[in-house]
Every structure is written in structure tokens, then in C-alpha cells.
């Protein structure tokens, strides 16, 4: 492998070796915790202008297998890892790791100090970076830092959405749900469909009355990436589902939105929440849940404290953020986690059975 070049925007810099394309990326740095599903991190339309840097210590392991893809392709703008293999032992995957990164033109770094940078940006707060195999230069890397953009104010949704509608489910299927992708997960849309919904996935900037000549019984509002707060077309179309009274379910970036969409401001986290094993407070239940979690936005808790409009509904453990709310007098309500995890634990798929009985209701 050739060498590699990873520059921070605050200007540390890491040297170690390439993997995936030979080229150079720049984007936001953010880490993952989780150890296992790399495949589907990496398809996670989420992560859209982003390098992710795993925290686990080898990556690569198991291969790839197509079953395990999120979206039609890689969505990350580059990748970070200490121990990066080459080989892998799953018989039924389909290619390397590498050839997979390589075929979609994906650049990375490997053979770095992964527990220091994660430190580093626990420390620091989330930053831009560039990763080159093309170059060391240090002028060079600049240069490429300074033409990537701030991940605050950044719209991205529009970018990673569906340009054409397409339907996902059985068309005899009692339950129909209309889709706003922002960058939808296909495993969502697998458990709508296996709890009968006929699903139709809508381009982003897709009006209410263009949605509802599908006839939906719901709308479910989609996790996707960049910053809700440069999104007031979809802040439009959630507020005008809510005045129609319709069935809402919103999951991460839909959650940021309908918050908006009530008068409940959403900020830059410091860091985000990335991984597989974040605790949350149902305070329904006053049940635990373990959760798969990917975002670095979230919404104000001291808005949703004196908002007359919503009720929250869960709480993350680790820094009391909140990370599900229920519009009052609506049938209406989202979460910040990932429910339907892929990775990650199935505590939370009882969302899904909420949002088709309140759909029945």
C-alpha cells in the first residue's frame, strides 16, 4: 500500500498508509463505535460529506456481501482505521473489503493511531479533514481543506434522496406510507414493508399535495445528512402533513425536522452520537433501550422543556439530549436513534409497530 496523509483542519497530522482509491478526500470527521457493520455505515446515506473513523481495532474482516448495503452505493467521503485487512473469512462474501472501497472510488487511511485521534476529536469537537495517497504536500492538503465546506448550514438531503419515485412493499397491502427521502435506509423501508405497508419513496423537495395523491395512510419523515436548519422546504412539508392531521413518523434527520416544524430549534452537537450501544430512557415505559445511533444534530432540550406543542418520549443516558418527542393533539411523533438498527440491537422495531397501529387507528 502506498503511504497516506491525514491533515486536521486544526492542523495535526497523521501519516500512515492507503487503502481503497489512490486519490484524495476531504470532508467532516466524525468516529463510530461500533464493531461490527462496517458495510452498512459505510452505505449510510447519513454519513454523505463525512470520513468516519472506526474505532474498532480491525476492519475489514468479514468481507462485503451486497445484502448488506443501506443504498445502491458508498456514501462516505473517505475512511479511518488502525488495522485494515485485505483477506477475509466469511465464505458467503462477495469481495475484499479493498476491492469493494476501491470499485467505489472510496479513499483511506490506515495504520494510524485511531485511539488518539478519537481523543482528539472527543476533545476537540468534530472538524474537517483531508485524507490524500496522492500527496504529502502539506500546501496541498490546505489548499484541499480550505475548499471543503463547514458541516453547519450545509443542505445534503437533496443530494443523496431518490430523483424518481419508486415504491418498495406489496401494492395489495392494506397500509400505504408515503416516504419523504432524505436519504432513506433501506432497512427502514424493509420494516415498514414486512408489517404491511405499501410504501411509495418520494424525491426530497416532493410537495405535500403531490405526496398525497398517493393516498397515504402515513408519512414517514427520513433520517438522511447536513443540517436541518438549511432545510425550510422540508420544515414546510412536515408542517403542512401536521395542519392536515395526518399519521407522522419521523427517525433522526425527520426527527430534527418535525422538532423545526413546532417552533424547536436544532444545533451542531459537539461530536455526535455514532455507534451501536447508546443507552436511551423510554419515559413512557421507564424502559431501557440500547440503540443505533448516527447523527451530529440534535434539538434543543431547553425548547422542548417550555414547548406547549410536543411531550418528549425518550432520553439518552449517556448526556440527557433528547432523543424522541410526540406532538400534542397529533398523531405525530419521531426519535433520533435508528430504530431499525442494521447494525445494531432491535430494541426500539416497536416504533414501527406503533407508527402501523396508529396508521389502523
Do not use: W
Not at 438549511?230 to 407522522?248: G, I, P, Q
Request: net charge negative; hydrophobic share 35%; glycine share 10%.
Amino acid at each position: 500500500m502506498a503511504e497516506a496523509f491525514l491533515l486536521l483542519e486544526d492542523g495535526s497530522l497523521f501519516k500512515g498508509k492507503s487503502l481503497g482509491k489512490i486519490g484524495t478526500t476531504s470532508g467532516e470527521l466524525c468516529f463510530n463505535t461500533g464493531m461490527t457493520g462496517y458495510q452498512e455505515i459505510y452505505t449510510d446515506p447519513s454519513y454523505f460529506g463525512q470520513i468516519v473513523v472506526n474505532t474498532n481495532a480491525h476492519i475489514g474482516n468479514y468481507g462485503t456481501i451486497g445484502a448488506d448495503n443501506e443504498s445502491a452505493q458508498v456514501k462516505i467521503s473517505g475512511m479511518i482505521c488502525n488495522e485494515f485487512s485485505v483477506t477475509y473469512s466469511r465464505l458467503t462474501a462477495d469481495a475484499s473489503l479493498q476491492t469493494y472501497l476501491e470499485s467505489a472510488g472510496t479513499v483511506g487511511i490506515y495504520g494510524i493511531d485511531t485511539r488518539a485521534l478519537v481523543q482528539h476529536i472527543r476533545n476537540k469537537g468534530a472538524m474537517n479533514a483531508v485524507i490524500s495517497s496522492e500527496s504529502g504536500e502539506i500546501d496541498f492538503l490546505r489548499q484541499k481543506l480550505k475548499q471543503t465546506p463547514s458541516m453547519d448550514g450545509l443542505e445534503l438531503a437533496s443530494k443523496v434522496s431518490t430523483s424518481e419515485p419508486y415504491f418498495v412493499g406489496d401494492a395489495e397491502n392494506p397500509l400505504r406510507v408515503a416516504v419523504l427521502d432524505l436519504g432513506v435506509k433501506q432497512n427502514i423501508l424493509l420494516n415498514l414493508a414486512s408489517r404491511g405497508a405499501y410504501c411509495k419513496v418520494f424525491p426530497a423537495k416532493t410537495s405535500f399535495e403531490e405526496m398525497e395523491k398517493f393516498k397515504p395512510n402515513g408519512y414517514f419523515i427520513s433520517n438522511g445528512p447536513g443540517d436541518p436548519a438549511a432545510m425550510d422546504y422540508a420544515v414546510k412539508t412536515v408542517k403542512e402533513v401536521l395542519n392536515a392531521n395526518k399519521t407522522l413518523f419521523g427517525i433522526c434527520l425527520g426527527h430534527q425536522l418535525l422538532a423545526r416544524s413546532v417552533g424547536i430549534s436544532t444545533y451542531k452537537m459537539h461530536h455526535g452520537h455514532r455507534g451501536l450501544n447508546h443507552p436511551i430512557k423510554n419515559l413512557i415505559t421507564g424502559q431501557c433501550e440500547i440503540t443505533s445511533q448516527n447523527h451530529g444534530f440534535g434539538i434543543s432540550e431547553f425548547d422542548v422543556a417550555k414547548s406547549d406543542a410536543v411531550t418528549p418520549t425518550h432520553v439518552n443516558l449517556n448526556d440527557n439530549s433528547i432523543e424522541g418527542i410526540k406532538v400534542k393533539d397529533k398523531k405525530a411523533f419521531s426519535v433520533q436513534y435508528h430504530p431499525e438498527s442494521s447494525p445494531g440491537p432491535h430494541d426500539s422495531r416497536y416504533l414501527f409497530d406503533d407508527f402501523v397501529k396508529m396508521m389502523q387507528s
